[in-house]
């Protein structure tokens, strides 16, 4: 008997039953022969239509939609490594702009002379700006960095780069470092201090401005010149949009450095992120790699060699297409949608919000109120029966008894969706304690 799969391939074959749709695809060797690549391409992305549908993952800070004009400048670019600053100096030509734009919006007391550089992410920036600051201090012991509650990239710079990491617990009730907290911790081995806008556990911001001042103080009391980092992976594409008057950036002197991600609310795809120094000699000599066939005028400052240049272009293409007024309207309507959905999460009665979308990044946080009967969990189990990623997660110390649930609001995720998730939560704690949320607050009243 003949099988389907005895037939040679032919450019009317079908696809699922040609001679790789009908067998399982090879995990562990390469195939001997190659194969009709729609083929290959349908059966690939069947697979990938098992992962989570990004469009509901309320889990990450990262750009999910995009306009088909950056999908076509991705495709123009596909074949161009940034690195290669000679074959393509356009490309670089871009870069370099970006980072002038950003110094200027993060307000450089002089944008178009300041120094930085695009990164695949807000890790690596990390890693270069802690790397600068490594360099600058001139201490003798082993050398400390301060910081509240980082994200992992920090956690990974002290490890790779020996530098004993201080996260400084959580105060009872604080979303981040505090001022008073700075004293007790730093000393003549710091190289830094870390302030974030945009915290990742709970999108509140640190005070940077606060924070500042208290390393003013310290300076005044005991000499000690501590430089500031701004983590801006979120809020460096926030605060200037929709919270102008907030002091956070080089506006304070002593912020020497800014890392911030293009891929999140810089709303480019995946795989840029950017650092910017205040001025060029914050940035060692020593830690750059100029290429002099450019004038020397681009350093390269980065831990990798080959980068795809697609994501810095449509950086670029972002800060035309939209400008000022487009980012603000686009960040401006994420928090709204933000505080509506707080809003919706407050009136259930069984949560208590940590941080409800105003003042900081366009997401909710919450926890549980001692009564509401079911896990964050079993909420997050609950949500994702209907494709909704949501994560629970502890607070970190001292304050890792507290459970919250976080949601984050980016561009494409509209207020119809948020309602839509909102009644999937409601759904969720009916399955969960038999009651639904509604009759419950009702009963509460009463
Ligand atoms: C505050 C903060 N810093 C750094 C990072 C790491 O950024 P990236 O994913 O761009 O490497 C994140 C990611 O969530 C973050 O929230």
């Known amino acids: 008997m003949l099988h389907a799969t005895d037939f040679a391939e032919n450019e009317y074959q079908d696809i699922y039953s040609g001679h790789l749709g009908g067998r399982t695809l090879p995990k562990f060797v390469i195939p001997r022969e190659p194969s009709d690549p729609r083929t290959v391409y349908a059966l690939i992305r069947d697979e990938l239509a098992l992962d989570g549908n990004s469009a509901q993952n309320l889990a990450t800070f990262c750009t999910t939609w995009t306009e088909p004009e950056i999908h076509r400048l991705m495709d123009d670019c596909l074949g161009k490594n940034m690195i ?93 470092l505090r001022p008073n907290q700075l004293r007790d911790h730093v000393d003549e081995n710091t190289i830094g201090v870390v302030a974030i806008l945009g915290v990742t556990y709970t999108c509140d911001y640190e005070p940077v401005a606060a924070l ?51 891929h999140k609310y810089g709303l480019a795809p995946l795989g840029v992120g950017w650092v910017v120094w205040r001025t060029a000699d914050l940035l060692p000599e020593e830690l750059v790699f100029r290429v002099d066939y450019l004038g020397g005028e681009m350093p390269t400052f980065a831990l990798n060699f080959s980068r795809p240049a697609g994501e810095i272009v449509a950086q670029y293409y972002n800060f035309l297409r939209l400008g000022r007024a487009g980012y ?97 939560i409601r759904r969720g704690i009916k399955e969960l304690t038999g009651v639904s949320p509604k009759r419950r607050q009702v009963g509460f009243h009463h």
């Open 212 to 262: 500042a001042a208290e390393l003013d103080a310290i300076q005044a009391d005991t000499g000690l010149d501590i430089p500031l980092h701004v983590d801006a992976a979120s809020g460096g594409f926030i605060a200037p949009f929709v919270q102008p008057e907030l002091e956070w950036d080089f506006r304070i002197p002593r912020v020497a450095s800014i890392n911030s991600s293009g």
């Open 84 to 176: 290669d600053k000679d074959e393509y100096p356009q490309t670089a030509e871009i870069e370099s702009r970006c980072v002038h734009i950003l110094a200027n919006l993060w307000n450089s007391p002089s944008g178009a002379r300041t120094i930085g550089c695009s990164t695949t992410g807000s890790s690596e920036a990390a890693m270069l700006a802690g790397l600068a600051l490594k360099w600058r201090w001139r201490g003798a012991g082993r050398p400390n960095l301060v910081c509240g509650p980082v994200q992992v990239c920090w956690e990974k710079f002290a490890r790779y780069f020996d530098v004993e990491l201080r996260q400084v617990p959580l105060e009872p009730g604080a979303t981040g």
């Open 328 to 424: 603000t309207a686009i960040q401006r309507v994420c928090l709204d949608t933000a505080a509506h959905l707080a809003g919706q999460i407050e009136r259930m009665g069984p949560f208590t919000l940590l941080y409800g979308g105003d003042g900081a990044l366009p997401a909710v946080c919450y926890t549980t109120t001692e009564d509401a009967g079911f896990s964050l969990y079993d909420l997050s189990t609950q949500l994702r029966i209907k494709g909704w990623q949501v994560p629970s997660y502890p607070l970190p110390a001292n304050r890792q008894e507290t459970v919250v649930q976080r949601v984050l609001v980016r561009h494409g995720i509209s207020r119809d969706v948020v309602s839509l998730l909102a009644q999937d």
